[in-house]
């Protein structure tokens, strides 16, 4: 049986699984969902229709699935969808999505948000995401897996941090980060490749020499982007981390994508 401490507030129309801990003080709305083993410690507010996978915690003070810090939210029902086996720390804030951004944020599978972390609405977050102590996301973000976000760093409106990606500590990103790339700088810039994460995650190492040269190639003084894209993909496109790249840069994108300083290779 769930484990409900009696100064807790759990409506009676949510849906919660058998063996759900939740904590003193903490209110479970009518519209949510706590999956097996979820765990709220205490004074956790949980709003909207949200919905928590199975074993994830929750710690004290956090806010899920209450409305929207968007001005255009006019109250249209949307949801903020978290996977299995993430852990939230105090304070972290999470809103559900808007009409104009799809009317879902979703958050994928085994993620760490730190301490003060914030997810605005309509963001998309894929599995294993690591966010440090209070960094945001800003409205319409697409973090994808195994992205680590730094301290403090701010994520604009509808940029995307590729998969691998890491982003340093104070930074402010204001255009797209590619995947497997590093960037930093109050003004976010690429300083290279995430080598550490693609050393940690068992990338062969040819593949991560690849990535080096076919960086190298991309960010070049000569020719356009777009020849450049398209002499990386003629040399390296058989390499996946690489096509892995230039799909991204193919994508739709109203923000660009960081580009690195003079001396800054791989």
């Not at 299995?84 to 808007?98: A, F, L, S």
């Not at 977050?125 to 102590?133: F, R, T, W, Y």
């Not at 409106?157 to 340093?168: F, L, N, P, W």
Request: negative net charge.
């Amino acid at each position: 049986m769930s484990d409900i401490h009696p100064t807790a507030i759990v409506d009676a129309s949510a849906s919660i699984a058998d063996d759900v801990s939740i904590g003193p003080y903490s209110i479970v709305g009518a519209e949510v969902t706590l999956g097996a083993g979820v765990e709220l410690m205490s004074h956790v507010v949980i709003g909207g229709d949200t919905t928590l996978g199975d074993g994830c915690r929750v710690f004290p003070f956090a806010s899920l699935g209450l409305e929207p810090q968007d001005l255009k939210y006019s109250g249209e029902r949307s949801k903020l969808v978290i996977g299995k086996n993430c852990t939230i720390r105090e304070h972290v804030t999470m809103n559900p999505g808007t009409e104009g951004g799809g009317l879902l944020t979703s958050v994928g599978d085994d993620c760490l948000f730190m301490v003060g972390t914030h997810v605005a609405h309509d963001c998309q977050v894929g599995k294993s995401v690591i966010m440090a102590n209070n960094a945001g996301l800003a409205g319409h973000v697409i973090v994808e897996e195994y992205a680590i976000i730094g301290g403090l760093a701010a994520i604009h409106q509808y940029v995307r941090i590729g998969r691998h990606a890491i982003v340093g500590g104070l930074s402010g990103v204001e255009q797209d980060v590619i995947p497997f790339g590093s960037v930093t700088g109050d003004r976010a810039y690429l300083q290279g490749l995430n080598l550490v994460g693609l050393k940690r995650h068992g990338f062969d190492r040819d593949d991560i020499h690849t990535l080096r040269n076919a960086y190298r190639l991309l960010f070049a003084d000569e020719g356009t982007m777009s020849e450049r894209m398209t002499d990386v993909d003629d040399v390296f496109g058989v390499c996946p981390p690489v096509e892995v790249i230039l799909r991204f840069m193919q994508a739709e994108s109203s923000r660009g994508v960081c580009q690195p300083k003079d001396g800054h290779a791989a």
